[in-house]
């Protein structure tokens, strides 16, 4: 694989079901290691060859579902949302529980605990063989760090929400390595830029990422979500802090990662 893709990944694992020897999956880095995790606990026979990008499955007749009941932690990029949410919103805490803390899906409390995030995970344990945990996280300090190489397929997805935090962190936050956001639900380099400019953000688009300098006042303007459900929830959080009312067109597209949302977010603000 040129890109390393836990989608694409999956979708290779789950067709070896059916081949007729074992199939050997080499990613240039590690990404998202959820089917693996699943397909082991189902009885699958997945091995580490000589690097930890490298894979091997051997086929298998029949599955198993286990003698207990299989339990999928809560999603960590939704997650995510709220956590940058407390880590910007002066006075806030958060307490979000029963998070899916794989450590494949959590660069971004990595990137966060380098700027200075008060970020703290309790009551960690292992169900249906994810690593679970409460995930706690207070208004921070934010100070500027460098996301490149093998941590961007760690935290893919939350790269807008990171975004945010970014724009209020002392100094300049860089991002490079991550071409793949050009090819999501939108061109999130483009778009992120776009719309986050509109609210005074100081951010300059680069072919494989970004800069944004901080921390900056944001102001609220009418942004649009580009029918992007990661970056419209994102805005949202951006508004928190804008001075001003922010409108956010095509709102719809939330529904389809996280249809409740807007509720969630505002059961946190009451």
């Given at each position: 694989?040129?890109?390393?893709?836990?989608?694409?990944?999956?979708?290779?694992?789950?067709?070896?079901?059916f081949?007729?020897?074992?199939?050997?999956v080499?990613?240039?880095?590690?990404?998202?290691?959820?089917?693996?995790?699943?397909?082991?606990?189902?009885?699958?026979?997945?091995?580490?060859?000589?690097?930890?990008?490298?894979?091997?499955?051997?086929?298998?007749?029949?599955?198993?579902?286990?003698?207990?009941?299989?339990r999928?932690?809560?999603?960590?990029?939704?997650a995510?949302?709220?956590?940058?949410?407390?880590?910007?919103?002066?006075?806030?805490?958060?307490?979000?529980?029963?998070?899916?803390?794989?450590?494949?899906?959590?660069?971004?409390?990595?990137?966060?605990?380098?700027?200075?995030?008060?970020?703290?995970?309790?009551?960690?344990?292992?169900?249906?063989?994810?690593?679970?945990?409460?995930?706690?996280?207070?208004?921070?300090?934010?100070?500027a760090?460098?996301?490149?190489?093998?941590?961007?397929?760690?935290?893919?997805?939350?790269?807008?929400?990171?975004?945010?935090?970014?724009?209020?962190?002392?100094?300049?936050?860089?991002?490079?390595?991550?071409?793949?956001?050009?090819?999501?639900?939108?061109?999130?380099?483009?778009?992120?830029?776009?719309?986050?400019?509109k609210?005074?953000?100081?951010?300059?688009?680069?072919?494989?990422?970004?800069?944004?300098?901080?921390?900056?006042?944001?102001?609220?303007?009418?942004?649009?979500?580009h029918?992007?459900?990661?970056?419209?929830?994102?805005?949202?959080?951006?508004?928190?802090?804008?001075?001003?009312?922010?409108?956010?067109e095509?709102?719809?597209?939330?529904?389809?990662?996280?249809?409740?949302?807007?509720?969630?977010?505002?059961a946190?603000?009451?």
């Amino acid at each position: 694989m040129n890109v390393a893709s836990a989608q694409v990944k999956s979708a290779i694992l789950l067709a070896a079901l059916f081949a007729d020897s074992p199939t050997i999956v080499r990613e240039p880095s590690l990404s998202r290691d959820h089917t693996e995790r699943m397909l082991r606990a189902f009885g699958g026979e997945i091995k580490i060859l000589n690097s930890k990008f490298v894979i091997q499955f051997e086929p298998t007749s029949e599955l198993r579902i286990p003698n207990y009941e299989f339990r999928i932690p809560a999603d960590f990029s939704s997650a995510a949302f709220f956590i940058v949410a407390a880590l910007i919103v002066p006075q806030s805490e958060l307490r979000i529980e029963n998070i899916g803390v794989n450590e494949t899906r959590t660069g971004m409390l990595d990137a966060l605990a380098r700027m200075y995030a008060s970020l703290k995970l309790e009551n960690m344990r292992e169900e249906s063989g994810e690593p679970i945990a409460d995930v706690i996280a207070r208004f921070s300090e934010l100070r500027a760090t460098e996301i490149a190489g093998d941590e961007v397929p760690r935290m893919i997805d939350e790269f807008p929400i990171f975004a945010i935090a970014a724009t209020q962190a002392r100094g300049e936050t860089l991002v490079r390595d991550a071409r793949e956001l050009r090819v999501k639900e939108s061109d999130r380099i483009a778009t992120l830029a776009q719309e986050l400019r509109k609210m005074g953000a100081q951010i300059e688009e680069r072919e494989d990422g970004f800069v944004i300098a901080g921390p900056t006042p944001l102001r609220g303007a009418r942004v649009h979500a580009h029918n992007d459900h990661r970056l419209a929830m994102s805005l949202a959080i951006a508004a928190l802090i804008a001075r001003g009312e922010t409108i956010i067109e095509g709102w719809e597209c939330v529904a389809d990662s996280f249809p409740n949302f807007g509720n969630a977010l505002l059961a946190c603000a009451l």
